[in-house]
């Protein structure tokens, strides 16, 4: 799996260089998802694992449930194809991703909270974790009732737990660590 990403990563990059050249990052970005979204078509998922099927007829299909592609976009998609490389797609989508994000110095932020987010408490959100990280953030939110309330986030690396949840544990380990010790 972690050839897979590598792999992803190069393809992506190598995409990536060219989209910045030409200024379609977003546009290609969105192109990529679409087609990840379209692999998970179970119609498609079988055309695509056909021996039978043409790699022109896969493409046209790809491209059509993408709703039409960049020429540089279909050249890759036809190149994994040829090279029987297309699960790839998905992984690449999420590489091209973050590679934008990356240099234009956005961080993604994971956060969790225990009911969904409306519209103003993201964006509050955001900001806040904007100025504590000192650069851009993008949110990607998930909900999870286990955590009770508050706010779980992960950027990168970082873990921020502000979850009632991850409170009360900290609260059961600094009781035990006063009656232990």
Not at 2 to 9: C, L, N, T, V
Not at 23 to 31: C, F, G, L
Not at 67 to 93: H, N, Q, W
Not at 124 to 137: A, H, K, N, P, W
């Given at each position: 799996m972690?050839?897979?990403?590598?792999?992803?990563?190069r393809?992506?990059?190598?995409l990536?260089?060219?989209?910045?050249?030409r200024?379609?990052?977003?546009?290609?970005?969105?192109?990529l998802?679409?087609?990840?979204?379209?692999?998970?078509?179970?119609?498609?998922?079988?055309l695509?694992?056909?021996p039978?099927?043409?790699?022109?007829?896969?493409v046209k299909?790809?491209?059509?449930?993408a709703?039409?592609?960049?020429?540089?976009?279909?050249?890759?998609?036809?190149?994994?194809?040829?090279?029987?490389?297309?699960?790839?797609?998905?992984?690449?989508?999420e590489?091209f991703?973050?590679?934008?994000?990356?240099?234009?110095?956005?961080?993604?932020?994971?956060?969790?909270?225990?009911?969904?987010?409306?519209?103003q408490?993201?964006t509050?959100?955001?900001?806040?974790?904007?100025?504590?990280?000192?650069?851009?953030?993008e949110?990607?939110?998930?909900?999870?009732?286990?955590?009770?309330?508050?706010?779980?986030?992960?950027?990168?690396?970082?873990l921020?737990?502000?979850?009632?949840?991850?409170?009360?544990?900290?609260?059961?380990e600094?009781?035990?660590?006063?009656?232990?010790?």
């Open positions: 972690k050839h897979q990403a590598a792999s992803a990563r393809y992506a990059r190598a990536l260089d060219i989209a910045l050249e200024n379609t990052a977003d546009e290609w970005a969105a192109q998802h679409e087609v990840a979204v379209a692999l998970d078509d179970e119609p498609m998922a079988r695509l694992g056909s039978i099927a043409s790699i022109d007829t896969k299909a790809i491209t059509t449930l709703g039409g592609l960049a020429r540089e976009v279909e050249t890759l998609i036809r190149m994994l194809l040829a090279r029987k490389r297309v699960t790839l797609l998905p992984a690449l989508a590489a991703a973050d590679l934008i994000r990356e240099h234009r110095r956005i961080l993604r932020a994971e956060v969790t909270t225990a009911i969904p987010l409306d519209g408490t993201r509050l959100l955001r900001d806040r974790l904007s100025r504590y990280l000192g650069q851009t953030v949110i990607e939110d998930h909900v999870d009732p286990a955590i009770i309330g508050g706010v779980v986030a992960r950027i990168g690396d970082r921020i737990d502000g979850s009632v949840a991850g409170r009360l544990q900290r609260m059961r600094q009781i035990g660590a006063r009656a232990g010790g």
